[in-house]
């Protein structure tokens, strides 16, 4: 894995969580950077990130979340909500002796971020959302609205199924990947691609296989992505769509509001988060810093890790160095 750190093993709670260190604070002058990847993706989703964090002298530490990579995978769907997650990030602060962490997010990670500055203030010391803003409870149960606007093939409805979906891109994690991992289209052909483009399965089992070109991310790369998935399975991630709902019911009456000084770097061709869902974040988030980087897909940290790692360090010197 190049020089991505080793991983370390330790017990958060009741769960054994793999942990990536990069330490460039010895001294403790900052709070530590907790970073929190997506969906599908482990800690080495922050390759090109751990190591340039740590140099600006900070110390970062990136996981695998529950039922991901290297940690352990429990198989039980109820345990991968959001109260319990969040309760995991609070036991590794305690496994590590860290009262208030940064906690830096991508895609499923940027919304498990957010939540934890909901949940448990008084452990976040600041927020960094890459892609995922932070939205107002809807109305609605978030499925019957995903239904309703792109039909039942959306990936969010499709992987409510129990045992299908993994089971489906377990039978070809290199495909998956290399499917997955592809560059953005340009805004001008997103009206023509969606919905058809949210059918996950069903473009893994259909679609063209996609030319070298373009993937995005190295081919040694992908291979580790592939061989994690291989070892973990992938009913980790699927578990955390299927609490989409609970998730939403769990917020009912919650104060929503993230006071923690807080970070929003979205990404121009993000076709699954697109930058102008964050236009209201302001109403929930008072102390937010906003940003857009041009010619750039959901996959940021693969994509455009110089300007993303740009933002980052300078909104953290700003903010948190001593």
Request: include cysteine; proline fraction near 9%.
């Amino acid at each position: 894995m190049d020089d991505f750190p080793a991983p370390q093993m330790i017990a958060a709670g009741d769960t054994n969580l793999a942990i990536y260190e990069s330490n460039g604070d010895h001294e403790g002058r900052s709070p530590p950077i907790v970073l929190v990847h997506g969906w599908p993706e482990i800690a080495f989703a922050w390759k090109n990130q751990i190591h340039t964090l740590a140099a600006e002298g900070f110390r970062v530490i990136a996981f695998d979340l529950k039922g991901f990579g290297n940690s352990d995978a429990p198989k039980d769907s109820a345990l991968y909500d959001a109260t319990h997650i969040t309760a995991d990030f609070c036991a590794l602060l305690d496994a590590l002796s860290i009262e208030r962490a940064i906690f830096c997010g991508h895609d499923w990670g940027g919304a498990l971020v957010w939540t934890m500055a909901q949940r448990h203030p008084e452990r976040v010391a600041g927020v960094i959302g890459l892609c995922t803003p932070v939205l107002p409870r809807p109305p609605a149960p978030p499925l019957a609205i995903v239904k309703k606007r792109f039909g039942e093939k959306h990936y969010f409805v499709q992987f409510q199924e129990p045992k299908v979906p993994e089971k489906l891109f377990e039978t070809d994690p290199d495909r998956f990947f290399r499917l997955m991992f592809q560059r953005p289209p340009p805004r001008e052909r997103w009206a023509a691609l969606v919905p058809r483009v949210y059918d996950l399965p069903g473009r893994f089992e259909n679609a063209p296989p996609p030319s070298d070109d373009d993937i995005i991310i190295p081919a040694a790369d992908i291979q580790i992505y592939a061989n994690a998935f291989r070892k973990s399975g992938f009913h980790g991630g699927m578990n955390i769509y299927r609490n989409i709902d609970r998730n939403w019911e769990d917020m009912k009456g919650r104060d929503e509001t993230v006071r923690a000084p807080s970070l929003w770097i979205g990404a121009e061709l993000d076709l699954f988060l697109p930058p102008e869902s964050a236009e209201k974040m302001v109403e929930l988030v008072p102390d937010l810093e906003k940003h857009v980087i041009q010619g750039c897909g959901h996959w940021m940290m693969w994509e455009k890790p110089d300007e993303a790692n740009a933002l980052i360090i300078d909104w953290l010197k700003r903010r948190f160095s001593a």
